[in-house]
């Protein structure tokens, strides 16, 4: 079927039509405005705007909603140097939108580009709200994230340094994020992965092959490697239970308890 001018006409009418009958302006005590949006964010919640005049310049913002409920949701974007922090900022420098001090995210403008303001905003709230789901890249930067500011705040409940190098018999050097050291002698050095795959399960094997000679002879019987990963998915199990096998201690970061129980300081 090939469309005529007079059809390609009437879907534009009808889009636009459709999108000002689902837009809802909102007057609230005669000093703002809320703009209800006819889109969601990646969690499924309507976009909502608020406007405000100050020295006849515009603002428009989203009051903090958009950051607070991917912090709700386990998604911290406010992190300096982190790399959600970095996507962010690379998501609302394009269109000249800012992040306010209680984390709004919001423009100023002049009350012509209005109009154009309300799309910008309504485009990068959908883009910051779909930093819930990241390529493998991304969310393995992110991971590494997490682990670092979960251990770093509560530096009073961990003993721990790193990262450390361990030189294995093939004089390959294993960078170790992590040597804890729950109790005297008792040394704990840590890998992070995003998951776990026959193939990781075989490098990690490996690993402790090559490095044995290495940590009894420096850290004697009492040195074990340890696994911590992203979540053990029903698919990552058999391959957690084989390095569990061969003395590989793997912990879920998102299992908090056991990570203390095994992990953290021991007090007499």
Do not use: C
């Not at 039509?17 to 499924?44: A, C, E, M």
């Not at 403008?109 to 799309?119: C, E, F, G, K, Y």
């Not at 340890?226 to 199990?237: R, T, V």
């Amino acid at each position: 079927m090939e469309f005529t001018n007079a059809q390609v006409s009437e879907i534009a009418k009808e889009w636009s039509t459709f999108i000002r009958n689902s837009s809802k302006f909102t007057l609230l005590q005669n000093d703002s405005i809320r703009v209800s949006t006819p889109f969601s964010d990646s969690f499924g919640d309507g976009i909502v705007i608020n406007i405000q005049v100050k020295n006849n310049r515009y603002i428009l913002s989203d009051q903090g909603y958009t950051i607070w409920n991917l912090s709700t949701n386990g998604i911290d974007v406010t992190k300096k140097d982190s790399n959600r922090n970095r996507i962010l900022h690379s998501l609302l420098a394009p269109y000249h939108i800012k992040l306010a001090k209680d984390n709004a995210i919001q423009q100023t403008v002049s009350r012509h580009d209005v109009p154009q303001a309300i799309t910008d905003l309504t485009q990068v709230l959908i883009n910051v709200s779909d930093l819930a789901f990241l390529n493998r890249n991304n969310t393995a930067s992110i991971f590494y994230d997490d682990v670092q500011t979960y251990f770093g705040e509560n530096r009073n409940q961990y003993s721990f340094i790193g990262p450390i190098y361990v030189p294995g018999k093939s004089e390959i050097k294993y960078r170790f994020e992590y040597l804890f050291t729950p109790t005297t002698n008792d040394f704990r050095l840590t890998k992070l992965y995003t998951n776990l795959s026959r193939n990781t399960m075989d490098v990690i094997i490996g690993i402790l092959s090559d490095t044995e000679s290495f940590l009894n002879a420096n850290y004697g019987s009492n040195a074990t490697l340890n696994i911590l990963i992203d979540g053990i998915s029903a698919q990552s199990k058999p391959f957690a239970d084989g390095l569990q096998a061969h003395g590989i201690n793997v912990y879920d970061f998102k299992n908090k308890d056991k990570i203390k129980d095994d992990l953290a300081v021991k007090t007499a």
